[in-house]
């Protein structure tokens, strides 16, 4: 008959329940430490990177009153990537630099 399958057709969805804390395991002390650098060249990386715009990479968290910033494997893998090609010198100037426009009246 025609049409006799369309009833027995079924799309099967599967449910996951991830951990996004188990995702977004690494704090800025860890994720310097595992590089091997400071935590603010650390996030000089970050920021030159713009990991906190990446939601791959990045995801804050409220628990209680307190906000969480943490970062995923994905994170540490471009930022590992990023230290064997980039400048270290360069990147810490362009953040220094960022820094103090964002800081001063009228900047960003």
């Known amino acids: 008959m025609v049409g ?8 099967a969805t599967l449910v996951r329940e991830v951990n996004l804390l188990d995702r977004y395991s690494m ?12 935590q603010p060249r650390a996030i000089a990386l970050v ?11 990045y995801r804050e968290f409220r628990i ?31 953040y220094r630099t960022d820094l103090a426009t964002r800081r001063k009246p009228g900047g960003r």
């Open 47 to 57: 920021h030159h990177l713009k990991l906190r715009e990446d939601e791959a990479s």
């Open 64 to 94: 209680g009153g307190i906000l969480h910033k943490r970062y995923s494997s994905k994170a540490l893998e471009q930022l590992q990537q990023a230290m064997t090609s980039l400048d270290s010198a360069d990147v810490w100037q362009e």
């Open 4 to 11: 006799e399958n369309d009833d027995r057709t079924h799309e």
């Open 27 to 38: 704090g800025l002390q860890r994720l310097a430490k595992t590089l091997g650098i400071t």
